[in-house]
């Protein structure tokens, strides 16, 4: 099977399973794991802050995040197509009484430097209190876009000026920082927190690390307590992320490269609406006309081939590029949807 409906269908490496069953552990709640702190302290290094914190998932984490941040009644502001905003079940407000104050995101992930500034609210005896900004990257559901160190520059500028703090959801920011050429540390700066994932491209099997400041570090940690995320021998899984964090970011390049190839190549076939040009790291979307979607779904299937339909009544599909899918398996895909579609 070519499994291209997310890089969270990567399998560990032959390396990742035997550091995983040799990992030196401990209780890590009472924080005595040696490999969870080393995890730990190449997370902080690699995002340029003081600290970080092994989470489950990606999910838990941005929502430790934002509860470390904000009390209840406060209110966040993030993207309308944010993974926060759509995918998180309302955890923030759910479970934190926050509220979420969504604003349209661009094509490239961004939000306006100009709604950004007017969608915060002041001292009014009728607003919630705007405490903090989210801001995804890369962006999963705007084409995987990654967001340039340029564009948080202003917008670390925008916080400093309201006395508000920046949450980054960069469950793929290693991506972005390949894509872009730039250490990690350059895209993290200008946030008070940073939350990214061991567990997609990265190919690791679980996990996910919230970087900041020692002291929100220190508050995060009991929030994860709280949420029921704190783990005992979790040395074993962090094993696997010390490794892709040494060993699998620079080979991020290859699944960008595949996708660029996958999306050119089926960009001119019939039926099929994409923009090839807005393809920079290893997400793919694109829109289907003339043909249903299910009956699509099931003709790739039968060829040993998944994507996943993001919206059936507008005909969106996902195809996400990754370790586990080979250049040549991208051009076995790219024949099946040339046998199934036919060229213009
Ligand atoms: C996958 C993802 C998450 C959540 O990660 P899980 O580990 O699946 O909970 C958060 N944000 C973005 C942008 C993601 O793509």
Known sequence: MIDLRS?????????MREAMAMAEVGDDVFQEDPTVKKLETL???????????????????????????????????LGDKS????????????????HPRTLPNNNDGTISIEILEKGIRHLDIHSPPTRLICLENTHNFCQGSPLHPDYMMIVGDLAKKYGLKIHIDGARIFNAAVALKVPVSKLTEQADSVMFCLSKGLSAPVGSLVCGSAEFIDKARKVRKMVGGGMRQAGHIAAAGIISLVNLVDRLQEDHENAKMLATQISDMKGIELDKSNIKTNIIFFKLKGLDGNLFL?????????ILMTDTDAGI???VLHRDVSKKQVETVIKSFE?????E
Do not use: W
């Open 7 to 15: 890089d969270t269908f990567t399998y560990p490496t032959k390396s």
């Open 43 to 77: 997370a902080a290094e690699k995002t340029g802050k003081e600290a970080a914190l092994f989470v489950p998932s990606g999910t838990m984490g941005n929502l430790i995040s934002v509860l470390s941040h904000c009390h209840r009644g406060d209110e966040i502001l």
């Open 83 to 98: 993974h926060i905003s759509l995918y998180e079940v309302g955890g923030v407000s759910a479970l934190g009484g926050i």
């Open 298 to 306: 099931q003709q790739l299937e039968k060829k040993q081939i998944k």
């Open 317 to 319: 599909f996902r195809a």
């Open 339 to 343: 046998s199934i579609l036919g060229k």
